[in-house]
């Protein structure tokens, strides 16, 4: 009988210490990879909103129109507790030439299940658009 | 007491402990491959966009370069070609003139609308039976812009070409979802498509102001040549602009004129593929033998080094060069040419007023003179001869007065149906085919602005020396007026492009204004009569008496603008003394 209830708890415990084991290990890779997903796609906003910017600054005529343009377009994305910022970084208009303009955005994303020493990430993004007006 | 397991329950449990750990494990697998899955997906995605987006950018760059760098070259031997210097030179104005001009895309509706703003003013004075060798040249004139179109078609559809520029672009945008060794490498270039969309929207080619566009007077365009923006919704400051139609065949001279549709303030711009390959002249046939097409396609492949998995993506691209200009002749002038006034001296004789067969005496712009007129036989009722002495105040019809009081003398217009405007309405109509600037198109010059340039005081000097004056253009925007030497150093190229200011209208002349008149104040003289002799009885003398009447008669001759001539006014002056003699 006394052997019997030693065989029990050893047997019950079993199944919830497994569980936990297992929880210990697919949750931090679940975390993982809703992080990964969250990079990819904040990295894809990120080319989005340089590709608009440069699209925008592409169609104005002099550096002047074509900056304010580029920041209006990248405004436009709204912000949120997990992309804390997305800004023009840089913008060379060939104002000589009106040969192209490249674009620089920057976006800083707050992972949503942070890793110690890995809560914040900048990713940045370039594009070059022919400028289509003289 | 102790009790058994029985070995069904023992395998019982022994399944449940492994099967959570199966389970667990199975689980974290499917999580893991689920997760690398969409993280393929989700790169092969992000790729996908950014191979796109590089191909719409490199395909963006052939629309926005093939405007200007793709062209054919202008020749300057070829008389039918060398007219179009003017429309096609980035500073025609310029001296010494640059020779090695090119003819672009940009250009080349400008090339089409000169050689018909030519055909529309030989036809309309074929419509006057003014017409002289005006069709011949206007024919000659779209013969050679077709020639040029032919040339830069051939030019614009060479895929070679696109490449590059495709490359100068494409290559420069990031692909680094597929992976820091992808690239991006045309796809198929010698493949890639061209398409003429867009049909019968607006070109680049504005017409001055609203109908009947200050065409020749008595001319009506038809209205299947002509829109206003096709855009939907109109964009700001498209309202009041009338623009030649794209693709559309005008007919002109008997010849056909196209023009390419750019619409009005839009930009080379991304347009969808099945649209693309719906209006290639393949599918949809146009009859314009050689059409330069404003679409173009291209394909781009982004490839990895190590020969992974690439992407590709194809663009379609209408091209516009987002610059109006105005239809237009800008190297022309027209001419107004000045007879020496006369005195004509006019008898009344029994069958009425007759001019002296003789003794038509020049006067001249600097001073009044007095003139003897002469003696006429029979000139007046009973007499032999009757004598119209000398006549004071000769020339206070043109002394001291500018080339406007001489063309429109204010006089004139306060009595009678001394109707002027037809002279005004053909050189209203000229003066607005000469000048290029398109914000004259928005607001064409006005006869206000012909009689300012006429009114020109130094007009007054010039007429001291010079009986012929052309009215041109230096500046696209404005007219002056001034006779042959001041006029080719202000603008060298009205002798430098072929001596085109000795150059004379390709119509025939007519006379458009027919003896306005106006009684000549102050013509003081001294008539006097012999008569006839007294048979059967003396006669007694009634009177000897005279007066001047100034008169003015106005001739046109239309220039097609072909050898840069718009036409000749031919201003005629003169006064006429009528004396009248009675013996009874």
Redesign the interface.
């Known amino acids: 009988?006394r052997?019997?209830k030693i065989?029990r708890r050893k047997?019950k415990g079993?199944?919830l210490v497994?569980?936990i084991?297992?929880a210990i290990?697919?949750i931090p890779?679940?975390l993982?990879?809703l992080d990964?997903?969250v990079l990819?796609?904040a990295?894809?906003i990120n080319?989005?909103a340089c590709?608009n910017a440069a699209r925008v600054a592409?169609?104005q005529k002099t550096i002047e129109d074509a900056a304010p343009a580029a920041e209006k377009a990248v405004a436009a994305y709204s912000k949120n507790s997990i992309i804390r910022s997305l800004k023009l970084l840089t913008i060379d208009y060939d104002e000589a030439n009106h040969t192209?303009v490249?674009v620089t955005t920057q976006l800083k994303v707050h992972m949503p299940i942070p890793f110690p020493g890995y809560s914040d990430f900048t990713f940045l993004?370039?594009?070059?658009?022919?400028?289509?007006?003289? | 007491m102790i009790m058994e397991t029985s070995p069904k329950n023992r395998r019982t449990k022994y399944r449940g402990r492994k099967g959570a750990i199966a389970f667990g494990v199975v689980l974290a697998f499917i999580l893991v491959i689920l997760g690398v899955g969409f993280m393929a997906m989700m790169l092969y995605m992000g790729g996908q966009n950014e191979t796109k987006n590089a191909v719409d950018a490199g395909a963006l760059n052939i629309g926005k370069q093939i405007v200007d760098q793709v062209s054919t070259g202008l020749s300057l031997i070829k008389p039918d070609e060398r007219l179009y210097y003017d429309v096609t030179a980035n500073q025609p104005n310029k001296f010494p003139p640059k020779l090695d001009v090119d003819v672009t895309m940009r250009k080349i509706n400008r090339v089409w609308a000169k050689a018909l703003l030519i055909g529309i003013n030989a036809d309309a004075a074929q419509q006057d039976q003014q017409a002289g060798s005006g069709v011949d040249n206007a024919q000659k004139a779209i013969d050679g812009a077709e020639g040029l179109s032919n040339d830069l078609q051939a030019e614009v559809i060479k895929t070679a070409k696109w490449r590059a520029w495709f490359d100068d672009i494409a290559k420069q945008n990031s692909l680094r979802m597929l992976g820091r060794d992808a690239s991006m490498v045309p796809l198929n270039s010698s493949q890639w498509q061209s398409s003429c969309m867009m049909r019968g929207a607006e070109s680049n080619i504005q017409l001055s102001g609203s109908a009947p566009f200050c065409l020749p007077p008595g001319y009506t365009l038809n209205p299947d040549y002509y829109t206003t923006s096709t855009r939907q919704p109109k964009p700001p400051g498209s309202e009041g602009r009338y623009f030649l139609k794209g693709y559309t065949p005008i007919t002109v001279a008997g010849k056909t004129v196209w023009t390419i549709p750019f619409p009005y303030d839009e930009k080379t711009h991304l347009v969808s593929g099945p649209k693309f390959d719906a209006e290639k002249p393949s599918a949809q046939p146009m009859s314009w033998e050689k059409p330069i097409p404003n679409a173009f396609s291209a394909s781009g492949n982004a490839v990895k080094s190590g020969g992974g998995m690439g992407e590709h993506a194809s663009s379609c691209v209408i091209a516009n060069p987002h610059e109006p200009f105005k239809m237009c002749i800008p190297h022309s002038f027209l001419k107004i040419h000045v007879e020496k006034p006369k005195t004509h001296w006019d008898f009344f004789m029994y069958g009425g007023w007759v001019q002296a067969p003789y003794g038509d005496q020049e006067y001249d712009f600097k001073n009044v003179t007095s003139q003897t007129g002469p003696v006429m036989p029979l000139g007046g009722i009973g007499v032999s001869t009757s004598f119209a002495s000398e006549v004071n105040n000769i020339g206070l019809d043109v002394v001291g007065r500018t080339l406007d009081m001489l063309l429109f003398p204010p006089e004139f217009e306060a009595i009678g149906d001394n109707d002027t405007s037809k002279v005004e309405n053909y050189m209203v109509n000229r003066i607005n085919e000469m000048v290029s600037d398109p914000s004259t198109a928005q607001k064409p010059l006005t006869a206000d602005d012909l009689h300012k340039c006429l009114n020109d005081f130094k007009t007054i000097l010039y007429l001291q020396k010079w009986q012929d004056f052309y009215i041109w253009s230096e500046d696209g925007k404005t007219i002056t007026c001034a006779p042959k030497e001041i006029a080719c150093i202000m603008s060298p190229w009205l002798l430098l492009e072929n001596n085109m200011i000795d150059n004379e209208p390709d119509g025939t002349e007519k006379k458009i204004i027919d003896e306005n008149a106006f009684p000549a104040p102050e013509i003081q003289g001294s008539p006097t009569s012999t008569p006839l002799p007294p048979i059967p009885k003396p006669f007694v003398h009634v009177i000897d008496v005279d007066w001047g009447v100034w008169k003015e008669d106005v001739y046109w001759t239309p220039g097609s603008g072909y050898n840069g001539c718009l036409g000749t006014i031919r201003l005629d002056r003169y006064t006429v003394i009528k004396t009248l003699s009675i013996w009874v």
Do not use: W, Y
């Open positions: 009988m052997a019997n065989h047997t079993v199944g497994e569980s084991v297992m290990v697919l890779v679940t993982f990879f990964l997903i990819v796609l990295n894809s080319d989005s590709k592409a169609n192209n490249k993004a370039r594009d070059v658009e022919p400028i289509l007006v003289k």
